[in-house]
């Protein structure tokens, strides 16, 4: 079965909500979880996501960003926070940069990667963020 987050092409999981993002499906079919039109359009909203995390919630690290994408109400943060860093071979403590491509696409891929728990492409992240 294909995950849930790829067949949203919302492969971070982003939950619904009013924002207009580009390339949002309006009469999405999952109750819970953003649909996009394509892969693209999905990463790149996750990316604009961390983003504001970073710059307005005040998220600095890695650990950060996890915690509350990923609270202990809903996720096993601590399994989540262990396995990006050991697939993206960064550390918790590292400082999340939302414009330095590399940081943030390493970040969102290996979330991907907890998320559906499959191995992204990561050329679609890289790309996504020259869409931003």
Known sequence: ???RGIRNNNPLNLRK???AWRGK??????PDFEQFDNMYNGIRAALVNIRTMVRVHGCKTVED?????????????E??????????RIRRTDKVLPNVKDNIC???????YVENGQTLNYRLFTQ???MM
């Open 65 to 77: 960003v996890i915690r509350r994408w990923a609270p202990a109400s809903e996720n096993d943060t």
């Open 79 to 88: 399994a989540y926070i262990r396995t990006v860093c050991t697939k993206a």
């Open 128 to 130: 996504a963020f020259l």
């Open 25 to 30: 499906k309006l009469e999405g079919t999952d």
């Open 1 to 3: 079965m294909i995950p």
């Open 106 to 112: 390493k970040l969102a891929w290996a979330m991907a």
């Open 17 to 19: 909500t009013s924002i």
